[in-house]
Nanobody, 125 residues
């Protein structure tokens, strides 16, 4: 079993920055991939960014590429998402997820076995 606990987030202005973090505990050998998904009100959950161990492979959704940066520290079992150039459409509940998949970064939520509780990010003027 893997436990994921998110922190950070909150309210940001348009064009501003925020950082969210996630710490994994338990069977961290099952966190070959750690990723962030988000779900806006009334919409489906979508992939945002993901990273394999040691950041060997990272992947980003087209909507956040160039604005968001994912990083992970395997020594502390932490993954962070640095968000910049925030837009109102980035407003969502952000979820940390972990997968034991050993090849690449899956983009579909079904490939992830463990999920955090979610953390709200709100972008407004």
């Amino acid at each position: 079993q893997v436990s994921l606990v998110e922190s950070g987030g909150g309210l940001a202005k348009i064009g501003g920055s925020l950082r969210i973090s996630c710490v994994a505990s338990g069977r961290t050998d099952k966190t070959a991939v750690m990723a962030w998904f988000r779900q806006a009100q009334g919409k489906e959950r979508e992939f945002v960014a993901g990273s394999t161990w040691r950041g060997a492979i990272t992947s980003y959704a087209a909507s956040v590429k160039g604005r968001f940066t994912i990083s992970r520290d395997d020594a502390t079992n932490t993954v962070e998402l640095q968000m910049a150039g925030l837009k109102p459409e980035d407003t969502a509940v952000y979820y940390c997820a972990a997968s034991g998949v050993m090849v690449g970064v899956p983009l579909n939520s079904g490939a992830y076995d463990y999920w955090g509780q979610g953390i709200q990010v709100t972008v407004s003027s």
